[in-house]
C-alpha cells in the first residue's frame, strides 16, 4: 500500500493506493502474466478540526508508516496570525485519522511552521521544526526537537537545537538511537549555508552544529524546500540541497553521503547539469 499526503489551503488529505496483480491467463501455451496495477483509494482527511489555513511547506518528511499505522503532521493555523504543529495517526484498518493534537502548547509563544518527522523501528515518533519568536519587532528563527514514546499520547518538552536565530527548514531522519538532523542558515540571506547536528541517545542530546557546504554562498539561493536529508536501511545518511556557490548556477543541487553514522562526510557533488533559471 502506497500513501502520500497532499495540502488544499484548508484541509490536509491523505491519498491511499493499493498495488494490485492483474493475472492474464492464455490459454494456448498456458502464459501467465502479472501486470502491476494501482488502485486508488478515497481520500482521507487528515485534519479532524477547522483551520484558517493548513500548510505541508518546508521540505521535510511529514508522513510515516510503520506496522499497520500511517503517522502525519503538519502546521495548522487556527487564526491568521497564529500557528501550531499538529500531529495525528492513522490505524490499522481504520476509516479516519485520529483527533491531531499540538504538539507544544506553551509557555513560550511562538510561531510554530516547517515540521519535519521520522519514526523509530521501536516506534519512537521525533519531530523538529521551526518556532518563530519576537524580541523588540525582530523574529528570530531558531529549530526545536521533541518526540513521544507513547505513539503521540504525549511528546516531551522541546529541545532548543539552534540558537543563532537564523535556522529553518529542518529535515529529520533517524536509524536506531540516532537522530539526525540537516538545516538551512539564513544569517546571510540570499545567501545560505547548511549544517548537520545529530543525536546518538535517542535525542536526549545533540552535537554541535557541523557546516555541510564546503564552498561558501555566493549567489541566492530562494526559499522553496531548500535541503533533505534521508537514511537508508544500512543507517548511511544522504543530504541534498540547493546550493549558491556558482553565480551562474541558479541555485544548483548538491548532495553528499555519511557511511560513518554522520561522523564524516563525502565531498560536495552537484547533481544536476542543467543550470538556466527555473530549471
Aim: proline residues 3%.
Amino acid at each position: 500500500t502506497k500513501y502520500t499526503i497532499t495540502m488544499k489551503r484548508k484541509h490536509v488529505l491523505l491519498k491511499k493506493s493499493r498495488a494490485v496483480a492483474v493475472v492474464l491467463c492464455f490459454v494456448s501455451g498456458v502464459v501467465l502474466s502479472f501486470v502491476n496495477a494501482q488502485m486508488v483509494l478515497p481520500d482521507l482527511r487528515v485534519n479532524t478540526q477547522n483551520y484558517a489555513e493548513v500548510s505541508l511547506d518546508g521540505g521535510g518528511k511529514q508522513l510515516a508508516y510503520l506496522n499497520g499505522t500511517v503517522y502525519a503532521v503538519f502546521q495548522g493555523k487556527p487564526t491568521s496570525v497564529t500557528s501550531n504543529v499538529y500531529f495525528s495517526k492513522l490505524e490499522g484498518t481504520a476509516n479516519s485519522f485520529q483527533l491531531e493534537k499540538s504538539i507544544y502548547d506553551g509557555p513560550v509563544s511562538a510561531y510554530h511552521a516547517f515540521p519535519s518527522m521520522a519514526v523509530a523501528q521501536n516506534g519512537t515518533i521525533h519531530i523538529a521544526w521551526n518556532a518563530v519568536t519576537t524580541i523588540a519587532e525582530n523574529d528570530l528563527y531558531n529549530i526545536w526537537y521533541t518526540k513521544s514514546t507513547d505513539g503521540g499520547a504525549t511528546f516531551e518538552v522541546p529541545v532548543i537545537i539552534t540558537t543563532n536565530n537564523s535556522s529553518i527548514y529542518p529535515s529529520l531522519g533517524v536509524y536506531g538511537n540516532n537522530v539526525y538532523l540537516f538545516y538551512a542558515d539564513a544569517m546571510a540571506y540570499p545567501a545560505i549555508d547548511y549544517y548537520f547536528v545529530r543525536s546518538l541517545n535517542n535525542g536526549a542530546g545533540f552535537s554541535a552544529p557541523v557546516k555541510i557546504n564546503d564552498l561558501p554562498c555566493i549567489g541566492a539561493v530562494e526559499f522553496d524546500e531548500v535541503c533533505n536529508l534521508t537514511v537508508d536501511a544500512s543507517g548511511h545518511v544522504y543530504l541534498a540541497w540547493t546550493d549558491g556557490r556558482r553565480l551562474t548556477g541558479n541555485g544548483d543541487i548538491n548532495f553528499c553521503k555519511s557511511i560513518d553514522q554522520g561522523n564524516s562526510f563525502s565531498m560536495n557533488t552537484m547533481v544536476n547539469d542543467i543550470t538556466q533559471a527555473g530549471a
